[in-house]
Structure formats: C-alpha cells, structure tokens
C-alpha cells in the first residue's frame, strides 16, 4: 500500500496564501491559472452526446493548461469524464460524440497549432508523433494475431518513418524498459506477461518520439511491484525524452508520488487543481477532500477510511448549482443554486466552491504525516523491485 505525502508547510490558516481570493471564471479561465510555458492549452472544452433522453454532456467546458514537461495528474471516480478529457486532447472522440471548444498545442515556445480545426491528414500526423497515449488493458490495444514487431513497423510505416531507424528505436525502448527486445518483438501479445504487454505499449507510444504522452489508467491492471516498477521507468523516460507526462487515474496515491501538478474532475468539470503537495494537504473542495478519506494509506486504520456516499452524476441530469451539492455535507441553498466559479486558493490552486474556506475546517483529513512517516515501509525497495522485474534472461524463462 502506498501512502499519501505531505511535504506542504502551507497552512490553510496562513492569511498571506489566501490573500488573493477572488473569483474566476468557470469556463474561460483555466483550472489552477495560466502556465508559463504552455504545451497544450484546453478551453471551454465540451463533449456531448444526443440520447433519446437528452443531451448527454460527458466533459462540460473544461479549461486548464498543460506546462511542457511537467507531470498532470487528472483524478477523479468512474464516471467523472477522465477518458473523455483524454480523448478529447487527441480529438479522438467517438461517433456520434460532438467535440467543441479550443484546444491548441504547441510544439515548441513560438508554435501553435489548433488541434480541433487541423485536417484528417495533419492529426493523423500529431497523433503518435506528437501527443501519444497509453490506455489501460494492453492487450486490447494489441491485434492478438499479430507479433509486437508488426505492431511497430505498421506504426511506423503510417508515419512514413524509415522501418529500420524505427526498430532501432524501439530495441533502445524496450531495454529502457527492461525488456529483451528481439524476444518481445517477436512474441505475440499472448505470449507476454500483463507487466510485459504494458511496457511494449509504453515503448510502442513512444517510439514516434512524442512530446506528449497521455496515460489513461496505464496501471490499473497490474499488481503494486509491477505498477510502481513501471512508474519508475516512466519517470526515467520522462528524463531521458524530455516528455510530457498526462496521467488520468482514480489513483490519488500515484499522483501524489508522481505529479507536480493535480487536476480533479467532478461531474465532467474540474472542481479544484493545484500544486500536489499543497492539493495533497490543504485541499478545498469537499470532493477532493473526501477522495483523499476514501484513499487507503498507511496513517489512518481501516476505520477512518471513508467512502463517499453516493453516486457520481448521470450526464443527462447534472444538479443545479454546485453538481456535487446532493452529495455533501456542507451544501446550502446557494449550493442548490448557483454554479460556484472558481476562487484562488494560492496563486495556482483553485477550487470552486462556494465554502471552500469552510470545507477546510470541517472535513478533517485523515492522512495527514509527520516527515517521519514519509517514507512507507510497503514502498519497493531496489531489490523487491529488480526481482519483480526481472532480470531479462529470467523473463524470457518465466513469460514465454
Ligand atoms: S459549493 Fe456547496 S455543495 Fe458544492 S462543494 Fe462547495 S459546499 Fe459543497
């Protein structure tokens, strides 16, 4: 079991940190502020879908900022709109969805592109080249009958790369990640283990040498050794590449080890975002702070944890007002009414909520550490981990 950091010396009483609240708007301001160096700025993001029963809105006007090379986590239970948000950045959204809004990249400081107005041609182009993604359960992102080398030379013959600079790529890949590249380039996808199946699709994403790598849930389907060996790697490769990292998970554990910055989605908007650790200890949204109870960690016995009551919204019937009002303890007929916008809790952490200052008050964590606790006694040492992992010789042995 992992546990929650909390490195923050912010205390929610500090009136300094608070001196700059004021209420932004919802839907045009992003998330958490303006980044200084932006790779991907997301504006009034919208993705619907027409159902006999109505409209169905599953990512409702998102704003938020990308900063190159750091690592976003976007938090938030099933049903929240985390893999719309994915799909949205790649407009990758399916038929007969409706994608709306601004979503710009840029590849570099003086470069822009508008990802939702650029031809089929140039995003078939972006994708993979420049914003690649990595989705949960590997072996559905395989075609089973073919053999993992096919699956990079068709990747990289649709982006007319030279067939033999890209194997090359891809052995450098996959040593990187611990794997013995002819033997996995010639295995099929059955024939590799689910930690193994992972790290060829992380290499696969990254073989078109990405700036962007967006991960959806990337492992949710492993054991915890395995998970924590490949957000190591990760880590690694983010380094070595220069990558931008996007992680959507329900984890909040794995964001508060990895991210610099966190994002939390609640009925298909962002209710709060803001530096990890600062969002880790001092959260102001009744939601985020209930994830954080909910979330198993080390410093609190299995009592205290708490599960939130209730069940995320239907898309076709969000509550008026705050959408998370029928579910929490502090809501008010101003709840009930008004959609709160968002107020700056510090200069790049927001929430929107209307008792913010409140919430902090009277849902305590049950998480909070003492530096003494940071460091978990169930965290992988190197040598748990070198074992999980394998030495290549003993993979093959035990994986084929
Ligand atoms: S705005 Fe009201 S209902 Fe919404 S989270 Fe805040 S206190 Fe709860």
Not at 13 to 38: H, Q
Not at 156 to 176: F, M, Q, T
Request: glycine share 4%; charged share 25%; with cysteine.
């Amino acid at each position: 079991m992992l546990v929650l950091n909390s490195k923050s010396n912010i205390s929610v009483k500090d009136e300094e940190a608070y001196s700059e609240i004021m209420p932004l708007e919802r839907e045009s301001d992003p998330v958490g502020g303006a980044v200084s160096d932006p790779i991907l700025e997301i504006r009034d993001t919208t993705v619907s879908f027409d159902m006999e029963r109505g409209e169905s809105r599953v990512l409702d006007s998102v704003s938020i900022d990308i900063q190159r090379q750091e690592v976003l986590g976007v938090v938030g239970e099933s049903g929240s709109g985390k893999s719309m948000f994915a799909s949205a950045l790649l407009d990758a959204v399916v038929d007969p969805g409706q994608l709306s809004g601004d979503i710009t990249y840029h590849p570099s400081t003086d470069e822009s592109v508008d990802l939702l107005n650029v031809s089929p041609e140039e995003l078939k182009q972006l994708r993979w080249e420049d914003i690649s993604m990595v989705f949960q359960g590997a072996m559905s992102s395989f075609n089973p009958t073919m053999q993992i080398r096919g699956h990079f030379k068709e990747t990289l013959k649709a982006h007319d790369y030279d067939i033999g600079e890209g194997i090359e790529r891809a052995h450098e890949l996959l040593s990187d990640l611990y794997l013995e590249p002819e033997r996995v380039l010639d295995a099929y996808p059955h024939e590799l283990s689910g930690g193994m199946r992972q790290r060829a699709l992380i290499a696969l994403s990254l073989v078109l040498e990405p700036r962007v790598l967006v991960m959806d849930e990337p492992t949710a389907a492993l054991d915890l050794l395995m998970q924590q060996s490949i957000i190591n790697l990760l880590m690694d490769l983010k380094e070595k590449y220069n990558l931008t990292l996007l992680f959507i998970t329900h984890d909040l554990p794995l964001v508060a080890e990895l991210c610099n910055r966190v994002a939390v989605l609640y009925a298909f908007d962002f209710v709060e975002a803001g530096p990890t650790d600062e969002l880790i200890d001092e959260a102001g949204h009744p939601y985020t702070r209930a994830l954080l109870n909910a979330t198993p960690n080390l410093n609190a016995p299995p009592d205290e944890m708490q599960p939130i009551d209730g069940s995320a919204p239907d898309p076709v019937a969000v509550p008026s007002g705050c959408s998370y009002h029928p579910r929490c303890p502090l809501a008010t007929e101003e709840c009930i009414e008004q959609d709160p916008q968002y107020y700056s809790m510090s200069s790049n952490h927001a929430v929107a909520c209307h008792h913010w200052e409140e919430s902090v008050e009277a849902i305590p964590l049950n998480h909070l550490l003492t530096e003494d606790d940071a460091a978990s006694p169930m965290e992988p040492t190197a040598e748990s981990t070198s074992e999980n992992m394998g030495s290549t010789n003993e993979v093959a042995d035990n994986e084929f």
